[in-house]
């Protein structure tokens, strides 16, 4: 779970890092980091980080890499917020 949750937060870096998408998706990224490596529940962590990702992929000035990296990212997160370990 560790591991899952270590890759997660390194694509979010990479998005955040990413100066090709606009700063305000490079700052939701990094909330996004900030909330999955909180001290809440794992399922709140996802939860949190998964409602900043969707409204980040909904913005209209996002490039399609970046939001292919947003869904990526989400599907990840799906997966983690509902495993219960």
């Not at 709140?44 to 890499?65: E, K, T, W, Y």
């Given at each position: 779970?560790?591991?899952?949750?270590?890759?997660?937060?390194?694509?979010?870096?990479?998005?955040?890092?990413?100066?090709?998408?606009?700063?305000?998706?490079?700052?939701?990224?990094?909330d996004?980091?900030?909330?999955?490596?909180?001290?809440?529940?794992?399922?709140?962590?996802?939860?949190?980080?998964?409602?900043?990702?969707?409204?980040?992929?909904?913005?209209?000035n996002?490039?399609?890499?970046?939001?292919?990296?947003?869904?990526?990212i989400?599907?990840?997160?799906?997966?983690?917020?509902?495993?219960?370990?």
């Amino acid at each position: 779970m560790a591991d899952k949750i270590r890759q997660v937060a390194d694509a979010l870096d990479m998005l955040a890092e990413d100066t090709s998408v606009p700063r305000n998706i490079r700052k939701g990224a990094a909330d996004a980091k900030t909330k999955l490596m909180g001290k809440e529940p794992i399922d709140v962590r996802a939860g949190g980080a998964l409602s900043i990702l969707d409204d980040l992929a909904n913005d209209p000035n996002i490039p399609m890499h970046g939001r292919t990296l947003i869904y990526n990212i989400m599907s990840q997160l799906e997966v983690i917020g509902q495993s219960k370990n």
